[in-house]
């Protein structure tokens, strides 16, 4: 009977530390309120313009691919021509045509190298958001432990 004397008194003070302990976040969370939807509001605006720089980068993609489409194209259509010129006598339709081939083959050669440069910036994409939400986390979690 005496161990439940000492329980009761102990449980009160433990539920009126624990009440204590639950108005002070409250209040902490009052008062960071307006700093945390604050920072929500830089994150939502650090998005919106990485998302800009992936839109621009994907539509420069866009380009280069449909740029090196078009000299393979020309590069096919010039083969089929070759073959056409190589059954006629003339030399000089020859070698014009090879030199368009070598033109347009390098063109898309060169739209090649750019497309493979711009896809590698896709892992860069949205970095400065993910650092900065992993310093917040970084941030929280200290104060947490503390």
């Not at 014009?96 to 090649?112: D, E, K, Q, R």
Request: proline fraction near 1%.
């Amino acid at each position: 009977m005496e161990k439940l004397r000492v329980s009761k008194p102990a449980t009160a003070l433990h539920s009126g530390f624990s009440a204590l302990l639950s108005l002070d976040a409250l209040r902490t969370l009052r008062s960071a309120g307006s700093a945390l939807l604050s920072q929500a509001a830089l994150h939502g605006q650090l998005a919106e313009i990485e998302w800009a720089e992936e839109k621009n980068r994907l539509f420069r993609m866009l380009l280069v691919m449909l740029a090196g489409f078009a000299c393979l194209l020309c590069t096919l259509l010039f083969t089929g021509v070759l073959v056409v010129a190589l059954s006629w006598e003339t030399p000089y339709r020859i070698t014009a045509i090879i030199a368009l081939m070598v033109i347009h083959g390098a063109g898309f050669a060169l739209a090649w190298h750019h497309f493979q440069t711009l896809s590698r910036l896709g892992s860069e994409a949205f970095a400065a958001t993910r650092e900065e939400l992993a310093a917040d986390m970084d941030l929280i979690r200290g104060r947490h432990d503390t």
